[in-house]
């Protein structure tokens, strides 16, 4: 699920990145360390920066230089007044930087500042600015780093400079001290790389790096070369440098405008209702005013797109890149708030209760049923498992504009994706409180197989994972209304729940197909044009990465992907390592089902099985044969020539009896026949 401005995008630009990087562009790296041990008050930490950014770094640097800092309104800190007052900046000009009218209108808590200032070299050292702050009972160098300052300084650097080394303790209450807070110029090198300031970006809970590149528009490469990151891991608290090449705008760091809260379905019977009684009629004036502009804004698309109805829209740059993190694009959101979704439980009576109703959460109960978001409680990324009533579900912490994932999950039912039971909004950010899978993502399991830190899935466990997500997907393509393409199916939106059963998951990325596709989902010539690629590099099919076409076609495409990690244990990135990952699977599935078997097929088979299966039982080798040979189909480079999503199920269910029932038997046939060796693997 991405944005535009957000990661996962562009596998040619990331790619382009990755070799702009390994090639070590002459000043593109090494610039400032990033020091993330702020809590280590006993020790200097010089090295990783923390007494202050170097003043020579990445070539000779300007001695003093106009920047911009962040920090968060907190009370007593509520207004541009008291912000600039602490950190030693003019009021008014704070405020107009911040795009406000009046410096002392109380800002929301949490309401992120930008803060214009100079920054210059002390003694040969480091950069800093100095602020005045008089110490008050109970502080310490360490709260006054981190709680006051919010990060902005760190307790070694005002240790060093302010009290010449001494401990801590000396600080006595309404001592004046000055508080060094973390700048940098751009080093020589960025500064002929265009880059005209470095913005000390103070790290939030539960940023996450590429978030935060794409919310300056730069990217996230080029932020780790600035920090001189080792890891994409950055922690609360503490800072880094963003290299910007035009000034800053105070929206870059508040969240999106805010989607519209989703609708008031059913809330749950024990709830507080009457709390909320006022935030439902404001979401449902909302959610009225939305529909009819959505209604208008359709209508409008929809004349358009008949006008150019069969034009080829090229593929335009339309994100950045990063692969495999939670972040994830948003679809264009032309999109249909006002759309009723029609019953689905009337066409089909063999799912589950349809009748879903979303919560609203407090933050207050997310924050319980998380520990307080207690890093115990993480399982990847920014979710993290949260228990109640003794159920576990997961929470996924977004900063984007969620909308229209919400109102996808709000319509789908089905054992094979992810379901959505509340949401909750804090303070700028999304929460998404959804069905919690046990074992995690299909990518993480099978890579834990491979290095033995679980047991590896079994062959016919993997059928079975395979079914499940071309089942979810069927129903996305075929039976939702309107009909969906998921446009990011990868073996990390693949969730494994209770019994190993898989989940679908990340439906940002998700798009209306309007056309033909019968509920089979068997006719794939639905398709629509976009400008807006987002998606997870090497699942991406073709056609999409080259001209936007978003089709079922290009689910099918990325599901080939995810069954050539399942049956290989390797991931995609290992599998493209090697060239060509596709090349010879047709030449492959005719070795391995070949009559004769002939030592040099089987040993291309074990070959290409992961070894993990080998201590988790046999593989049918008519069954191996089937599956390669349907990947081989819903890989191909021609959308045309891959099968639809329902002719894939079918397969799947078939190689499914295969591995269920007929394993013993199949097994017991090949012993009898004397063909011993090689198909037990
Ligand atoms: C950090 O301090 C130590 C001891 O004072 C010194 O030897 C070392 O060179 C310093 N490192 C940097 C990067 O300044
Ligand atoms: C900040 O204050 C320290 C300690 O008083 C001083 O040594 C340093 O030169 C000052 N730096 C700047 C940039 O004003
Ligand atoms: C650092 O400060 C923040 C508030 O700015 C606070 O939430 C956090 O608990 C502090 N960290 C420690 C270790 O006290």
Redesign the pocket.
Known sequence: MAQSQHPHAMAALAFAVAVFLLAGAPGARSQQPYGSEVADCNNRHNDTGLLGYFCSRGGSSAPSCQTYLTFHATPPYSDFAAIAALLGADAAGLAAANSAASATAALAPGTKVLVPATC?C??AAHY???ATYVAVAGDTLFVIANNTFQGLSTCQAMQE??LGGAPAKTLQARQAI?V?LRCACPSAAQGSAGVRYLVTYLVDEFDELGAIASRFGVDAGSISAANEMTSDTIYPFTTLLIPVKSQPDVSQLRSPPLPPPPPPVAPAPTKKSKNHTGVYVGIGVAVAVLAVVAAVVAALALRARRRRASATVAAAGGGVAKKGGKGKGKASPVFTSGEVSVSISEAFSGLSDIKSSLNVFTYGELTAATDGFSPDRRVGGSVYRAVFNGDSAAVEVVDRDVSSEVDIMRKINHLNLVRLIGVSHHRGRWYLVSEYAEHGTLRDCLLAGGAGTAPPLSWAQRVQVALDVAEGLRYLHGYTRPPYVHMDVSSDSVLLAAGLRAKIRNFGGARIIRGSTDAAGERGEAFTMTSNIAGTRGYMAPEYLEHGVVSPKADVYSLGVVLLELVTGKDVEELESKGDPFAGLNTLARDIDGSDDDDAALRRMEEFLDPAMAAAGSCPREAVAMMVRLIERCVRRDAAGRPGIGEVAQHLLMLHGVSGDGWHSSLEHYRSSGANSGEQL
């Open positions: 210059s002390t003694g800093q600015r100095n400079q302010v000055t060094p």
